[in-house]
């Protein structure tokens, strides 16, 4: 019998019973030239987003319980609290019961629902950085891709270190103490200047450039992970 997981963590959850070095881990690959990042694909989506100068924060996910929406509820009162000139693009189904909470928290002006998209390597041009505070994931895809269109990303704390591409990854807890130190790397990542088409990288090339040492540790697995290589 095979053993094959996506990550470690997703390896510990499915073969709990199963010995680390009998588990292969096959990281999935994406297309790097579609999350090319396009200065000019960015400020068309921003302005159908009618969104300036506003620190984008952005997330990719539906609506349940895993996501951890409810995180972004305490995020959002802080930057209103804070006065932070931002909005959340959320882009994903089922939004309605998050609507409400919203609504009756009185933040309605700091988020844009999108639904479903088929573009979403457009909507990350027009973010400003990605949030991801989910409850437990396996090998979110979703980060990778937001890291391979230059978008600086917080995951949260339960999410597995694979999922680190780039240099511009931060891990942070999802409890009520950790609502600030979100916040407090939000506003670190709006004040950067950051070349988003340098952060990339470019295939192969880009892909030894992120992390040279882990490329010649994981040889080929970490090839189809970062450039989409099957």
């Known amino acids: 019998t095979d053993y094959v ?12 019973n199963i010995a680390a070095k009998e588990i292969t881990l096959i990281q999935n690959g994406i297309d790097l030239q579609k999350f090319r990042f396009s200065q000019t694909v ?39 609290e804070r006065g932070l000139h931002a909005k959340l693009l959320l882009v994903g189904p089922n939004e309605k019961a998050f609507r409400e909470k919203v609504h009756a928290c009185g933040l309605d002006s700091y988020v844009i629902y999108y639904g479903v998209s088929k573009k979403v390597h457009e909507l990350f041009m027009a973010m400003d950085l990605f949030a991801l505070p989910s409850h437990f994931e ?45 916040l407090d790397t939000i ?37 189809a992970f970062a450039c989409g290589i099957k």
């Open 42 to 80: 960015r400020e068309m989506v921003r302005k159908q987003l009618q969104i300036s100068d506003e620190l984008l924060i952005g997330h990719v996910g539906r609506f349940c319980y895993q996501k951890n929406h409810d995180f972004f509820l305490e995020i959002l009162k802080q930057i209103r």
């Open 138 to 182: 396996g090998l979110p895809i979703v980060g990778v891709e937001a890291q391979a269109s230059g978008l600086p990303v917080i995951f949260s704390d339960t999410i597995t270190r694979e999922a680190k591409i780039t240099q511009a990854v931060s891990y942070l807890g999802i409890d009520a103490r950790d609502v600030s130190k979100w």
């Open 187 to 223: 506003i670190h990542y709006g004040k950067e200047k950051r070349d988003r088409s340098e952060d990339r990288g470019d295939h192969r090339a880009g892909c030894q450039s992120v992390y040279p040492d882990r490329y010649d540790r994981t040889g080929r697995f970490f090839e």
């Open 5 to 16: 997981a996506c990550s470690d963590i997703a390896a510990e959850w499915m073969f709990p």
